[in-house]
């Protein structure tokens, strides 16, 4: 079984400030772990993938995360905010034997204040 | 390349009613996932084709159906459509077992 908490729904922070999306997740395998972005009334595009390789993934726009096996937590960071930040992020678990079924966190909405 | 095209994007249907949606992914793609999102349930995976051969199923009815044709093209039925049934349905595409790559969606009303 595997699942994903995103510990916050909602974060807001102002534009140049850091951005850190909380994610704990749980897997009975070696996980794969995603974050994805959906802006309003868009699709979901990936950000980045952890796939056991380097534990510190960058990803597009700016954006990396950590994974850290000990702390089952895969956060996502960003050091300077900006206004097109502004969404809903989804941290994403699955694995091998699971296919392609992915199992989505709650999602958090990043806010970013002028 | 071409994105993941979904169509049609907006849908309104009445209660009882059945549904039709489509999906065309990514050339070369041999993979097509379903995802149901909603306010309340979140994302949910609904099923995974691979080379016309269902793959992976969720936790779903089995009013959800789907297919996929020989150049990977998919479509989900969704019968005897109940108002929970409303949501925004993802398509994403795969070479196999990899990233996703996900299209716009088609938001489904039902009324």
């Known amino acids: 079984a595997q699942s994903v908490t995103q510990l916050d729904s909602h974060v807001s922070v102002s534009e140049g400030t850091p951005v850190l999306l909380r994610c704990n997740y749980s897997?009975?395998?070696?996980?794969?772990l995603f974050w994805y972005v959906q802006h309003p009334n868009k699709g979901l595009q990936l950000l980045l993938k952890?796939?056991?390789?380097?534990?510190l993934v960058k990803g597009i726009n700016g954006f990396e995360a950590e994974f850290k096996k000990s702390e089952t937590s895969f956060h996502l960071t960003k050091p300077s905010a900006h206004m097109s930040d502004a969404a809903e992020y989804f941290c994403?678990?699955?694995?091998?034997?699971?296919?392609?079924?992915?199992?989505f966190g709650g999602g958090t909405r990043l806010m970013v204040k002028p | 390349k071409a994105g993941v095209t979904q169509t049609p994007r907006y849908l309104i249907k009445t209660r009882g009613q059945q549904v039709t949606l489509s999906c065309s992914p990514i050339?070369?793609?041999?993979?097509v996932s379903w995802y149901q999102q909603t306010p309340g349930q979140g994302l949910q995976f609904l099923f995974e084709?691979?080379?016309?051969?269902?793959?992976n199923k969720g936790n779903f009815p089995g009013r959800f159906s789907g297919r996929q044709f020989s150049n990977s093209r998919s479509e989900m039925n969704v019968s005897t459509l109940e108002l929970g049934d409303s949501a925004l349905y993802l398509c994403?595409?795969?070479?196999?077992?990899?990233?996703?790559?996900f299209g716009p969606g088609t938001r489904l009303t039902v009324t």
């Open positions: 994403a595409s795969s070479p196999d077992r990899d990233e996703q790559y």
């Open positions: 897997s009975s395998y070696s996980p794969s």
């Open positions: 952890y796939t056991s390789a380097a534990t």
């Open positions: 994403v678990v699955t694995h091998n034997n699971a296919g392609n079924m992915l199992t």
């Open positions: 050339s070369g793609h041999r993979s």
């Open positions: 084709y691979f080379s016309e051969t269902q793959r």
